[in-house]
């Protein structure tokens, strides 16, 4: 996804080019030898700084995808842009915002459009108006591209056919597109985020299930107060893990769904599963990913107990580290070959029973970046160490909120 990012961003700096030699070419054109202009420089300067700033200003509307409402906000910055008398945005279907003076020329631009929307090229036409004093008589199309699928289209409008204006407005177009662009990859990386919180629902083994309901069922007559209490855990941990509000959960919701997990875990393996929780306060009201932790706590107790008669232990601890949580799971168990790690968390091959390291390790590094992917350490017969570092603060994390953007 990297390599996408980079394609996306490389194509921003080349759509934006035009801005910043379109913004040296008005300065220059008014430009007065020796003259500044309150402190922002020379008028080349300020009209660099103004060109680029209407860009910025229209592009956040667009990165929500093109809708009548992206539209409606960035239409009079992409006019300003181009400093044209009318400017419309279309989808196939119809003019999505008309911006500017001319607007009963929404049907024949329409009409127009179905030769560019269809080949993807752009087009100038006379416009035809039986109204004298009609400013705009030309029309100047086009098209707004991602990935080889036109979108819709950019349309300017003026008095005089003008092949300046039909390159400033392909420029525009295509940078237009590069926001609709990264539109779509923040709306694949939502998508994908929320595939895979699914497929870690999924994975919540119907075996745990079973033998949770079982351990509670064998309480029922021995110790009927033990089995309401179970039974109170299993249905607030189950809560937990299916709920359907927001993508993003604190550290101490996290740790208090493990409690519910581990009380059921312990409750059937008895002594031979000992746990302990090392938790600095200052860091509960982290957010972080929903379902992050408690795949790796199940991973844990998996690898603790299988193939072992003997006693395990899995320690938890929490620490503040300055400007992030350092949340660390470790077991004493059978390990793992760090060969066969790489290869499951490169995706090469699938962990046995289902446990989602991959998929918290994938998800850290989507929100976080990079470098807060999973540290995991561990060899054959030498149990496993898990560390996550938690940003106390990241853009767009908050526990009621949705998929960051880039």
């Known amino acids: 996804m990297s390599g996408e990012v980079s394609g996306f961003l490389a194509g921003f700096l080349v759509a934006v080019l035009p801005f910043l030699a379109a913004g040296f070419w008005l300065g ?28 910025t200003l229209a592009a956040p509307p667009l990165r929500a995808g ?3 409402e992206t539209a409606r906000r960035s239409a009079k910055r992409l006019r300003t842009l181009l400093g044209t008398d009318a400017l419309c945005l279309t989808d196939h279907e119809s003019v999505l915002v008309w911006e500017g003076v001319g607007e009963h020329h929404r049907a024949e631009i329409m009409e127009r459009l179905a030769g560019p929307l269809e080949s993807g090229r752009g ?30 289209a950019l ?10 204006l039909v390159r400033a407005a392909g420029e525009v177009a295509r ?7 990264l539109a779509d990859l923040d709306q694949s990386r939502t ?6 919180i699914k497929a870690l629902r999924a994975q919540i083994s119907p075996h745990f299930i079973f033998n949770s309901l079982a351990v509670i069922a064998s309480f029922v007559r021995t110790d009927p107060e033990r089995a309401r209490e179970l039974l109170l855990e299993f249905a607030d941990f189950t809560r937990y893990s299916f709920r359907r509000h927001g993508d993003f959960t604190t550290l101490a919701d996290e740790l208090h769904a493990i409690d519910h997990y581990l009380a059921l875990v312990r409750a059937r393996f008895g002594d031979r599963l000992s746990v302990t929780l090392q938790i600095a306060p200052e860091v509960l009201p982290v957010t972080l990913p929903f379902l992050c932790l408690q795949p790796l706590v199940e991973n844990a107790v ?24 350092l949340v660390v799971i470790e077991d004493d168990g059978v390990g793992m070959d760090p060969e066969v790690l790489r290869r499951i968390l490169s995706g090469e091959t699938s ?23 999973l540290v995991i350490e561990t060899a054959v017969g030498a149990g496993m160490k898990i560390t996550a570092r938690l940003p106390k603060y990241q853009p767009g994390v908050h526990p009621d909120g949705g998929i960051p953007r880039a």
């Open 28 to 55: 220059r054109r008014t430009a007065r030898p020796g003259r500044s202009l309150g402190g922002l420089g020379t008028p080349v300067e300020h009209a660099t700084f103004q060109t680029l700033h209407t860009a």
């Open 66 to 68: 093109l809708t009548e």
């Open 123 to 152: 087009e100038a036409f006379r416009l035809t108006c039986d109204i004298l004093d009609c400013p705009v008589r030309w029309a100047v199309v086009a098209p707004l591209t991602v990935d080889d699928r036109v979108h819709g």
């Open 155 to 164: 349309v300017a409008c003026a008095p005089l056919e003008s092949a300046v």
């Open 175 to 181: 940078w237009v597109s590069v926001q609709l662009e």
């Open 191 to 196: 998508r994908l985020i929320e595939a895979e």
């Open 302 to 325: 998996k690898h603790g107990l299988e193939g072992r008669l003997d006693k395990s232990h899995i320690s938890i601890t929490a620490q503040d580290a300055g400007a992030e949580a």
């Open 351 to 373: 962990p046995s029973g289902g446990i989602g390291l991959s998929n918290v390790d994938e998800r850290l590094r989507q929100v976080y970046g990079d470098d807060h992917g």
